[in-house]
């Protein structure tokens, strides 16, 4: 029930500003001791152990070698999105090779530089035959992955060389028995026992007439016709202030052959005299050359790209081309881990866009990723994709500063009001001292408040209501 309208209160209002002032003493002081122990997890503890880890911080050169996914409950992860549970299977496991950088290439006077891409081909974006549908699979032809009567026609996308070797199945009657990978004939289909198998992308053709330089870099080959290639050789000084130019050295001339090389990046200046471009090409290795006579005269495939790009790692290596991947290698075989806990809080899928930028690992001729990461020298099981000093004592001092000040000055604040504000006899917050926890109010003496008492008293019975005498 609510206060009867006149009622005197029994107790009595109290100042806002000191109530309030308590209130938000007490809030920050929860809120920040809550935050300190979160922290202590989730931050204090990772970041002690980074910066006690021992990895070098001059980043080495990493290239995915394989991808796999674990399955077996606490298996080993590159990446959880949650730092504070275990994630649940598959796990992404990446393996990368360690190495020093590659050269760094610049190549002068090109013409017609042109970028042909050939991307990872999309296996979800295939049409899906549900066999088990009378005539849905009467037709079909070329080369299918199946899983219980539904099949994806794997020739959209893929050029196979396979050798059906297993039981013949009419895949519109024994529909049930699709399962696993078939090569099939208006819907007479004979499995593939032999996996697994090599398939070629479908890759747009490329220009062969008149270029004599190939660079490839991620899943795109860059041609075009130079006149001459120099090696950029930079000042190893970290400090830029102390760098000195970088200088270059000839490295190849067109007399020598058509130069191809792997790079992790290769750009066109953006200014150009006629069509005419410098090309910059970065981080590149196994650079060799070939006789212009073994390109097709006006257009090859990729296929053919690939086996002539690996049948010119056999030749004798020019010491003033840029290396091969081999001599770098640091280490041959490492797990990659997003940093030195292998996860991350962020709760924004953050793992899936790791493992779609750093777990490509060349499957069916596709672009291996390159990347900076960090290794230790003298243990060779994990690198590290995130590695930063600087940030992590930074992001500590910043994590431990905010919340323990806030933390003291909010319950030494509380001490504070505990001793200089004081309830009276009418139950009534007043402060001793002004400036303190919040309003000053001058305290009244025992006669006031036995008169305002009476008051309150007399205009009580002058307002009860008559019928309570009768």
């Known amino acids: 029930m609510g206060r009867k309208k006149g009622a005197p209160r029994i107790v009595p209002e109290q100042d806002s500003r000191i109530c309030a002032s308590i209130c938000v003493c007490q809030l920050i002081a929860v809120l920040s001791s809550v935050s300190i122990v979160y922290l202590s997890v989730a931050v204090y503890a990772p970041a002690v152990r980074l910066l006690e880890s021992g990895y070098d911080t001059q980043p080495a050169m990493c290239q995915t070698r394989e991808l796999y996914w674990g399955l077996t409950l606490g298996d ?10 275990k994630s649940s299977p598959p796990y992404p496991q990446i393996h990368v090779i360690v190495r ?29 035959y549900n066999c088990n549908q009378d005539g849905e699979c009467e037709t079909i032809t070329g080369v299918f992955s199946c899983k219980r009567g539904h099949c994806a026609n794997l020739s959209e996308i893929y050029s196979c ?53 190939l660079l490839f870099h991620g899943d795109i080959v860059l041609t075009a016709e130079c006149s001459k290639g120099y090696t950029v ?23 020598k052959g058509v130069f191809l090389a792997a790079c992790m990046k290769a750009e066109k200046s953006a200014g150009h005299v006629n069509n005419v471009h410098n090309i910059t090409a970065l981080d590149c290795t196994n650079g060799t050359v070939v006789p212009e006579e073994k390109l097709p005269a006006h257009y090859m495939n990729f296929t053919y790209l690939w086996a002539l790009f690996e049948e010119a790692q056999t030749y004798k290596v020019d010491p003033e081309l840029p290396p091969p991947q081999n001599d770098l290698i640091i280490y041959n075989s490492t797990r990659l881990m997003i940093n030195l806990d292998g996860c991350v809080n962020t709760l924004r899928d953050e793992c899936r866009d790791f493992v779609k930028s750093h777990g490509k ?36 001092i910043l994590f431990v500063t905010i919340p323990f000040v806030l933390a003291v ?24 001292c002004r400036g303190c926890c919040g309003g000053n109010e001058p305290p009244t003496n025992n006669k006031d408040v036995e008169s ?19």
């Open 409 to 432: 000055v909010s319950c030494t604040s509380l001490i504070v009001c505990t001793k200089v504000v004081k309830v009276g006899d009418d139950a009534k917050m007043r402060v001793k």
């Open 361 to 396: 690992d060349g499957t069916n001729h596709t672009g291996q990723s390159r990347f900076l990461c960090f290794y230790h020298k003298t243990d060779q099981l994990y690198s590290l994709a995130r590695y930063d000093l600087e940030r992590t004592k930074l992001e500590l």
């Open 233 to 255: 050789i930079e000042d190893p000084e970290p400090d830029p202030a102390k760098q000195k130019p970088p200088e270059e050295q000839l490295m190849w001339t067109p007399d």
């Open 100 to 128: 020093r950088n590659g050269t760094t290439i610049r190549l002068e006077n090109c013409t017609r530089p042109a970028n042909v891409a050939c991307p990872p081909a999309d296996e979800e974006s295939l049409r899906k």
């Open 161 to 213: 060389q396979t050798v059906a070797d297993g039981n013949f199945i009419d895949a519109d009657r024994d529909n049930l028995k699709l399962n696993g990978f078939f090569e099939c004939q208006k819907s007479r289909c004979r499995q593939i026992k032999k996996t697994p198998f090599h398939c070629d992308r479908y890759c747009p053709r490329i220009t062969t007439f008149g270029i004599n330089v």
């Open 452 to 470: 305002s008492q009476l008051q309150q008293e007399d205009k009580h019975e002058d307002s009860a209501d008559p019928t309570d005498d009768e």
């Open 76 to 85: 080993w992860s590159s990446c959880g999105e949650w730092c504070l549970s």
